[in-house]
């Protein structure tokens, strides 16, 4: 089984470029969310989406954006990298709130110069 | 807001002792509280989960106890092993979430050593 899956795994971007990190998830799972984790930060909640056309910020989402046309697709879009946007991501989906736990996919490194 | 405090120094133990994990929150109780385990370069792993109205959760070397009044978690590993070596989240939901957001902690980092 696929799970979650991210891409690209690795992405080195200048400041100022733009780029969308991609997540699809076969499981038919209606939650879905985008974490940042930066060293001894845990992670921090950017966006999430509790089902397709339906999204929302979560703690950390100035410089990002989301959309959910279909229930596997949740793409994270970097408009104008900036050096505070070097960070893993990852993107994680749930079946719904009554079985609560992240499926998680194995991140996006990325490095903005 | 509501915080959750890991110990964010690494543990390092000895293979087969028992290793204990510490989660700390403020604020409110949390409905359920969750573990993960992170191995480096991977995303995090669903271990256990344990809600509000029990007291100890058990799965094969793990057991984790919730203790509201404390507002504290214990993660606990027996007969520790060197692939049980990972960093380790605990993560909670707020009572009555409709939107299943999690809140993480730091994490711990668990060496053990053959």
């Known amino acids: 089984n696929a799970g979650v899956t991210q891409t690209p795994k690795f992405r080195i971007l200048k400041i100022g470029q733009s780029m969308t990190l991609q997540c699809t998830q076969d499981?038919?799972?209606?939650?879905m969310y985008w974490y940042r984790q930066d060293p001894g930060m845990g992670l921090k909640l950017i966006y999430y989406?509790?089902?397709?056309?339906?999204?929302d910020k979560g703690e950390v989402p100035n410089g990002y954006n989301v959309s959910r046309s279909t229930t596997e697709d949740f793409p994270l879009r970097l408009e104008l990298a900036a050096p505070s946007q070097t960070s893993v991501y990852f993107c994680?989906?749930?079946?719904?709130?009554?079985?609560?736990?992240?499926?998680f996919g194995n991140g996006t490194r990325l490095t903005v110069t | 807001s509501q915080k959750i405090e890991q110990n964010s120094e690494a543990l390092n133990i000895q293979e087969g002792k028992t290793a204990t994990l510490t989660c700390n929150y403020t604020?409110?109780?949390?409905?359920?509280l969750q573990w993960y385990r992170q191995d480096p370069g991977r995303g995090p792993v669903f271990l256990l989960l344990?809600?509000?109205?029990?007291k100890e959760k058990r799965k094969e070397r793990l057991k984790v106890t919730f203790d509201t009044t404390l507002k504290q978690s214990l993660f606990h590993i027996t007969a520790s092993q060197p692939a049980d070596s990972a960093t380790y989240l605990c993560?909670?939901?707020?009572?009555?979430?409709?939107?299943?957001?999690?809140?993480f902690g730091q994490g711990t980092t668990l060496q053990v050593k053959p």
């Open positions: 994680a989906s749930m079946q719904g709130i009554r079985i609560s736990t992240l499926h």
């Open positions: 499981m038919n799972h209606n939650y």
């Open positions: 989406s509790v089902g397709a056309g339906i999204t």
């Open positions: 604020n409110y109780s949390p409905a359920y």
């Open positions: 344990i809600r509000e109205n029990e």
């Open positions: 993560a909670l939901v707020r009572p009555s979430s409709n939107t299943g957001k999690l809140i």
